[in-house]
C-alpha cells in the first residue's frame, strides 16, 4: 500500500500494543524523513524476561553475523524507507516462513545485509497483550530462527567476513518506566528439558557435535535443582552454531531440528531466568552483552562448520565468559 | 554276445559323438562370449573408476539421510559401489549371452526369467529403501511433535509409526515381486482396517459431547426461524 501511494516512510506496529503512543509514529517516520535512514528499529524497555528468544538468540546472532548492533531486530515495530519498501517487495519469500513469526527478522536483516541505512528510536515502554499460553512456541521458534538460517544461507557470502560490530545510532529520548511482571515456571521448563533430553537425543545427534551432545546430555542428568542449573553461554553459542551448520548441510532434516530445539531453548531460558532474578535491568543487560561478546569471540567456529570442516574442534569458553560465569555461581551460592 | 556289447558299444559312441557335436561348439562359443565379458568388464572398470567420482551422489546420501541405511562401504563413498556394480553387471550379461546360445527350452527360459526378474528386483530394493527412508522421516516428524505437545511416550509412538511405514513398503515390495502378496496384503489389510477402526471409534467417542451441543443449537435455531415466520 505504501508504495502504491507512493509514500516516503511507511511505520508498521505490532497489533497488540498496550503502550503505544502517538509519538511512536514520530519516532519511527522522522529519521527516515530527515535524516535518510532506511530502516528503523525500535529500542523498548523491556521485562527482564520478555523478549527471550531475542536475548537468546536473534539479537547475539544477528550482531555477530551482520556487525551490527540492532537490539531489537524483531520488535515488531518498525520505519521503513520508499527504496526499502521496493526492495521488499521486489523479493519472493512471501509464501515461506518469512511471512509469519519470521517476518520481523527478514525485514531487519535484508537492512542489514544489503547496506541500507539503519538506525534505532527509542520508544519507552514495550507492553503487549499477554501471549496465549496454548500459542506453539515450537512453530515460533521454527519460523524464526529458520528465517534466521535461511537468511544466512542467502548471505553467506557476506557474514562470515564481518569481524566486529558496530551500534546503530538511537533517536528519542531514554527515560525508565514500569514494566509489568512475568511469571516464570522454572520446574516445568527444567522438566521440558529433561524429558527432550531423554526423547529428542537422536534427534540432536544430526545437528551437535558428539562432546556438545554429551555436554548437553551431561547437563540434562544433573539434578533438575533451581538454584544451580546453568547452561553455560559458549555451550548454548555451539549449539546453535552447530544447528545452523546442521540447517544448512541437511536440508530434508531442516523441519525436524529447528521443532527439536524447544526444550534446549527452554533450557536457556531458565538457566537465564535463575542466574538474573536477582538483578537489575542493567545488570540483565550487562550480562546480554556478555552473551553477545561470546558469539563474536567464537564466530570463527561457526565459519569453519559452515564450509564444512568436519575436524575443527569446538572452543573453550571465552576467557571473560568464564570469568564472570564463574563469579556469577560464586554470588549465587553466596546469596 | 561280443556282437551285442560292440552294437550298444557304438550305440552309445553314436549318441556320445551326436551331443558332442551338438553341444562343444555352442560351449566354446559361450566361454568365448564369457571371458570376453569378463575383458571388458575390467577395461570398464578401469575408465569408470577413472571417470566417475561420485561425489554429487555422495553428498545427496549424505544430505538426505539415505546414507544411514546403507552399509558402511557404500556411507563412506559410492563410487567402489557404483564401479562394482557396473563390473559384475558386464560378466553377468555375458554369463546370459553364453547361456542363450545353448539355445535349448532350458535355457531360454533361465534367460528370460533372469531378465524379467531383474528389474522387478531392482524396483523392489528402490521401493524398500525409500520406505526405510520414510519411515525413519516420518517417526522422527512425530518423535519432535509428540515431544513438544509432551504426549506420553513420544518414542513408542514414533516407533509405531517407523513399523507401519515399513510393513507397508515390504507389502508393496513382496507385491511387486510376486512373493507371498496375498499372505502380506491380508496382513495390510487387517492393519489398515484396525487403524481406521480404532481411530473412528477414538473420534466418535471423544466428539459425542461436540455432536450433540451442534445438533441442540441447530434445532434451537430452527425453533428461533419458525417463531420470527409466525407473524407472516
Known amino acids: 500500500m505504501a508504495n502504491e501511494l507512493g509514500a516516503k516512510a511507511c511505520a508498521v506496529v505490532d497489533s497488540d500494543l498496550r503502550s503505544i503512543t502517538p509519538e511512536w509514529i514520530d519516532l519511527l517516520i522522522r529519521p527516515v524523513l530527515h535524516a535518510g535512514y532506511d530502516f528503523v528499529a525500535p529500542y523498548y524497555h523491556r521485562h527482564k524476561y520478555d523478549g527471550t528468544i531475542t536475548n537468546s538468540i536473534v539479537y547475539p546472532m544477528t550482531r555477530a553475523l551482520y556487525g551490527r548492533n540492532v537490539r531489537q531486530p524483531i520488535g515488531g515495530d518498525f520505519g521503513i524507507s520508499s527504496a526499502l519498501v521496493t526492495r521488499y517487495l521486489s523479493r519472493d519469500d512471501w509464501e515461506t516462513d518469512v511471512a509469519r513469526y519470521g517476518i520481523d527478522i527478514w525485514m531487519t536483516t535484508i537492512a542489514l545485509a544489503e547496506n541500507f541505512r539503519v538506525c534505532q528510536s527509542f520508544l519507552g515502554a514495550k507492553l503487549h497483550d ?3 499460553p496454548g500459542a506453539d512456541l515450537s512453530a515460533m521458534l521454527h519460523q524464526v530462527v529458520g528465517s534466521v538460517f535461511t537468511l544466512m544461507r542467502e548471505y553467506d557470502q557476506l557474514w562470515p567476513h564481518v569481524r566486529e560490530s558496530e551500534s546503530a545510532d538511537v533517536f528519542g529520548f531514554r527515560y525508565d518506566v514500569g514494566l509489568d511482571p512475568i511469571d516464570v515456571k522454572l520446574d516445568r521448563m527444567l522438566r521440558t528439558f529433561r524429558q527432550g533430553a531423554d526423547d529428542l537425543r537422536e534427534i540432536w545427534a544430526l545437528a551437535l557435535r558428539p562432546e556438545t551432545l554429551q555436554e548437553v ?38 523441519g525436524h531440528l ?17 542466574e538474573t532474578r536477582d538483578l537489575g535491568a542493567a545488570a540483565v543487560e550487562d550480562r546480554i552483552e556478555q552473551l553477545c561478546r561470546c558469539f563474536e569471540e567464537m564466530k570463527p567456529y561457526l565459519i569453519a562448520l559452515w564450509a564444512g570442516d568436519g575436524a575443527v574442534a569446538p572452543p573453550g569458553p571465552p576467557r571473560q565468559t568464564a570469568e564472570v560465569a564463574g563469579q556469577g555461581q560464586r554470588s549465587q551460592m553466596e546469596a | 554276445m561280443i556282437q551285442t556289447l560292440r552294437e550298444v558299444l557304438e550305440k552309445a559312441l553314436e549318441r556320445l559323438s551326436s551331443q558332442i557335436v551338438t553341444y562343444i561348439p555352442p560351449l566354446l562359443v559361450g566361454m568365448a562370449i564369457l571371458a570376453a565379458a569378463v575383458l571388458l ?11 566417475f567420482k561420485g561425489a554429487g551422489a555422495d553428498k545427496f546420501l549424505r544430505e538426505s539421510g539415505f546414507a544411514a541405511f546403507l552399509p558402511g562401504s557404500v556411507r563412506s563413498g559410492v563410487a567402489p559401489v557404483v564401479v562394482g556394480a557396473v563390473y559384475w553387471l ?6 546370459l549371452t553364453a547361456v542363450n546360445v545353448f539355445d535349448t527350452r532350458l535355457t531360454s527360459q533361465i534367460v528370460e526369467g533372469t531378465i524379467l526378474l531383474f528389474p522387478k528386483l531392482i524396483a523392489a530394493g528402490a521401493i524398500l529403501l525409500v520406505g526405510f527412508w520414510l519411515a ?17 511416550r513420544p518414542r513408542r509412538l514414533a516407533a509405531a509409526v517407523r513399523v507401519a511405514v515399513v510393513f507397508v513398503a515390504v507389502v508393496v515390495a513382496a507385491d511387486m515381486l510376486d512373493f507371498a502378496e496375498r499372505g502380506f496384503f491380508s496382513a495390510f489389510i487387517i492393519f489398515a482396517g484396525g487403524a481406521v477402526l480404532t481411530c473412528g471409534l477414538a473420534l466418535g467417542l471423544g466428539a459425542r459431547d461436540s455432536v450433540h451441543r451442534w445438533l441442540g443449537r441447530n434445532s434451537v435455531t430452527r425453533e428461533e426461524e419458525k417463531q420470527l415466520l409466525n407473524h407472516v
Not at chain 1, 221 to 244: I, N
Request: hydrophobic share 50%; proline share 5%; with cysteine.
Open chain 1, 258 to 274: 529447528l521443532r527439536s530445539l524447544t526444550p534446549l531453548y527452554i533450557a536457556r531460558v531458565a538457566s537465564f531466568v535463575i
Open chain 2, 41 to 51: 568388464a575390467r577395461i570398464v572398470r578401469l575408465l569408470f573408476s577413472k571417470a
Open chain 1, 217 to 254: 546430555m551431561v547437563l540434562a542428568r544433573q539434578p533438575m535443582d533451581e538454584g544451580s542449573f546453568h547452561l553455560k553461554d559458549d555451550l548454548w553459542v555451539r549449539l546453535l552454531y552447530e544447528f545452523a551448520a546442521a540447517h544448512r548441510f541437511k536440508p530434508l532434516e531442516r
Open chain 1, 130 to 132: 499477554a501471549k496465549d
Open chain 2, 136 to 152: 525413519q522421516f516420518l517417526g522422527r516428524s512425530i518423535l519432535v511433535w509428540a515431544c513438544n505437545e509432551e504426549i506420553p
Open chain 2, 90 to 95: 558386464i560378466p553377468l550379461l555375458g554369463a
